[in-house]
């Protein structure tokens, strides 16, 4: 069955960086937007960035900050999220997802169970 694996989360200061990585298997992934949403407490969940063939898209509040990047070449497909200059307020759980087309929403076909980030001031 189809499986997304989220790993790298953990506890940093503020200014720190971390990377995520999402292992993806159990189907072709090559016409699926992959990505990462998060949600903070008491927030709601919101997009952080995805990629497709077409190329990456990152919210505005993590643009310059954060670099997503995808590696297709095994049958496992791996999707990493490089997260710089933390910030208090990047402090959620990350979900990996998946999304047949070139855009991903909250409507995504394919979740994972989240790993948690959070960062101290």
């Known amino acids: 069955q189809v499986q997304l694996v989220e790993s790298g989360g953990g506890l940093v200061q503020a200014g720190g960086s971390l990377r995520l990585s999402c292992a993806a298997s159990?189907?072709?992934?090559?016409?699926?937007?992959m990505g990462w949403f998060r949600q903070g407490p008491g927030k709601e969940r919101e997009f952080v960035a995805s990629i497709s063939w077409r190329g990456a898209d990152y919210a505005d509040s993590v643009k310059g900050r954060f670099t997503i990047s995808r590696d297709n070449a095994k049958n496992t497909v791996m999707v990493y999220l490089q997260m710089n200059s933390l910030n208090p307020e990047d402090t959620a759980v990350y979900y990996c997802?998946?999304?047949?087309?070139?855009?991903?929403?909250?409507?995504?076909?394919?979740w994972g169970q989240g790993t948690q980030v959070t960062i101290s001031s």
């Open positions: 997802a998946a999304e047949h087309g070139v855009r991903l929403g909250v409507s995504a076909d394919y």
């Open positions: 159990g189907r072709s992934f090559s016409t699926y937007a």
